[in-house]
T-cell receptor
């Protein structure tokens, strides 16, 4: 158990819909990362937050947004969903935001778009 | 830009065989960090090891060992006396230390199947 909690574990929805994925980091971790894992793109970095502030952005679509709340949990919002958004979405956390700190991953949310 | 290449896509071995998973990376940074993660069939990503770019000492942890060679930009992972429970997808990843971005850049992963 990594200590990172992601909910829900599975989401099935239709094209055009909007969903929210939730992540609670390990106790004491200030930094949260979101990654997308798909068969064609592999594991791709989406966005990083550190202590409530956006720290870095990857190839995150404009239809996607995220935030980190004062209690340090984070939410990833995906809107106007398309079939290609079907993927496994991981949240990870680390103590700080530096590159030398291991990121510990949650179990992921599997999103299926019908 | 940073890049991680895992040229092997699938490896199949018989239990108790040794197996080496290759990882080659590219980065312009002089200080960087390398990681290995394991993704078992259940889907979670499990952190295995971190290596600093300035520490080329090899590391051994039980049946696992890692060989870091800066001269060839490689960070290979060897499993000795493999077991069925080692069956998983293994990812090598790179993080740069400069700036505010500490994202992980992952390779495509190597699917390891260990047959009884």
């Amino acid at each position: 158990d990594s200590g990172v909690t992601q909910t829900p574990k599975h989401l099935i929805t239709a094209t055009g819909q909007r969903v929210t994925l939730r992540c609670s980091p390990r106790s004491g971790d200030l930094s949260v990362y979101w990654y997308q894992q798909s068969l064609d793109q592999g594991l791709q970095f989406l966005i990083q937050y550190y202590n409530g502030e956006e720290r870095a952005k990857g190839n995150i679509l404009e239809r996607f947004s995220a935030q980190q709340f004062p209690d340090l949990h984070s939410e990833l919002n995906l809107s106007s969903l398309e079939l290609g958004d079907s993927a496994l979405y991981f949240c990870a956390s680390s103590v700080g935001g530096a590159g030398n700190q291991p990121q510990h991953f949650g179990d992921g949310t599997r999103l299926s778009i019908l | 830009a940073q890049k991680v290449t895992q040229a092997q896509t699938e490896i199949s071995v018989v239990e108790k065989e040794d197996v080496t998973l290759d990882c080659v990376y590219e980065t312009r940074d002089t200080t960087y960090y390398l990681f290995w993660y394991k993704q078992p069939p259940s889907g979670e990503l499990v952190f295995l090891i971190r290596r600093n770019s300035f520490d080329e000492q090899n590391e051994i942890s039980g049946r696992y060992s890692w060989n870091f060679q800066k001269s060839t930009s490689s960070f290979n992972f060897t499993i000795t006396a493999s077991q069925v429970v080692d069956s998983a997808v293994y990812f090598c990843a790179l993080s740069e230390s400069t700036g505010a971005n500490s994202k992980l850049t992952f390779g495509k992963g190597i699917t390891l199947s260990v047959r009884p």
